[in-house]
């Protein structure tokens, strides 16, 4: 089994920037595709940018040049991170971290991005 603990949500400005973590445990290894997806209200949830075990990366068309993600492979702890800037008030949902190796899938609880004035 996989635990995964996202942390660094909040409320910030249009314009402004947030860097959301994920801390990935339990039976996870660098092999792990791992991922952001997001959810606001009276929508699906929709993938935002994934990084693979090689470290290759995909973004969503709507983040393309605003968001990076990243991971850090330890021995028994994945970190992912997604560095978000230049918030808009579309970006505001529930962030969940992902992690997902063969035929296994594993969600974090979510951590709510809140952008508004």
């Known amino acids: 089994q996989v635990q995964l603990v996202e942390s660094g949500g909040g409320l910030v400005q249009p314009g402004g920037s947030l860097r959301l973590s994920c801390a990935a445990s339990g039976t996870i290894s660098s092999d792990y595709v791992m991922g952001w997806y997001r959810q606001a209200p009276g929508k699906q949830r929709e993938l935002v940018a994934t990084?693979?075990?090689?470290?290759?990366?995909?973004?969503a068309d709507s983040v393309k040049g605003r968001f990076a993600i990243s991971r850090d492979n330890r021995k028994n702890t994945v970190y992912l991170y997604l560095q978000m800037n230049s918030l808009k008030p579309e970006d505001a949902a529930v962030y969940y971290c992902?992690?997902?190796?063969?035929?296994?899938?594993?969600w974090g609880q979510g951590t709510q991005v809140t952008v508004s004035s």
């Open positions: 990084v693979s075990s090689g470290g290759g990366t995909y973004y």
């Open positions: 992902n992690a997902v190796y063969r035929f296994a899938a594993y």
